[in-house]
């Protein structure tokens, strides 16, 4: 009896717990290391989700910018880092214009539309080339000019007043007119690793392009399809690369 109660009070033995620590340790390896490579996972996820939630708000404002964008109004500046743009406040469809060989005349007629009037407002009738919006020299270009009033005649037709006579160039083949506000142009730019609008950050961790892939890139119209803007961009944080390349068709036309 009491051999037996001296037999079941023995304690372990050396070889038991080296065994145990093996055990534990091997475990031990084995729950760290998955650990591990579970955190590695979920960090890279959600890198990429940051990279691709970032850029998706920043194309969809792009695309909503180009796509009000005034026809022909887009041009690279600084280098082609910069995509510069003129929103379209209003468009609507003029009846009477005054073009060669007609007098000059600061009125012109067009149908109603529903935006308020704003004393910043320029009427803009077919647009060809960037420096018909944006004047290099001289303001006095025959595409774009002051709107000094608007009055609403009837419901069919209201009359145009601008600061002074004038010559538009030529017609719109559509009767086209756009109003723009000659205080607000839209400029986006890749800075380092950032891309801007208006100095606004948009997105960020971008990895710089060579210079003969520019991040911005205006294709004219064809027969077959409007003018395209593209934007070519790769985003990298914590070894998550995301390479994005979007195609966006510019809406409106002279």
Not at 12 to 38: D, H, N, P
Not at 91 to 108: D, E, G, L, Q, W
Not at 119 to 137: G, Q, T
Request: with cysteine.
């Amino acid at each position: 009896m009491r051999h037996a109660l001296r037999k079941n009070l023995a304690g372990f033995t050396l070889i038991e717990m080296i065994t145990v620590i093996i055990i534990i340790g091997t475990l031990s390896a084995a729950i760290s290391t998955y650990v591990k490579f579970s955190t590695e996972i979920y960090t890279n996820s959600t890198a990429r989700e940051q990279l691709s939630t970032s850029v998706r708000f920043a194309l969809e404002r792009f695309s909503r910018d180009v796509r009000n964008a005034l026809p022909n109004s887009l041009r690279l500046i600084n280098g082609n880092q910069c995509l510069e743009l003129t929103p379209i406040v209003e468009s609507t469809t003029y009846t009477k214009i005054p073009v060669p060989p007609a007098s000059m005349s600061n009125t012109v007629e067009v149908i109603p539309f529903n935006e308020a009037f704003s004393s910043d407002w320029k009427i803009v009738v077919y647009p060809l080339k960037p420096e018909d919006v944006y004047p290099l020299i001289s303001s006095n270009i025959d595409k774009i000019h002051d709107v000094a009033s608007i009055i609403q005649t009837n419901a069919d037709k209201w009359i145009i007043t601008l600061d002074n006579s004038v010559h538009f160039a030529e017609q719109s083949p559509t009767q086209r007119l756009y109003f723009v506000d000659s205080n607000e142009t839209v400029t986006y730019c890749l800075q380092g690793t950032t891309l801007t609008r208006n100095a606004t950050l948009i997105a960020q961790d971008i990895v710089n392009l060579d210079s003969a892939t520019p991040p911005f890139e205006i294709l004219s119209a064809t027969l077959q399809r409007n003018a395209m803007v593209q934007i070519k961009l790769i985003l990298q944080k914590n070894n998550e690369t995301i390479t994005f390349n979007h195609e966006i068709q510019v809406l409106n036309v002279p």
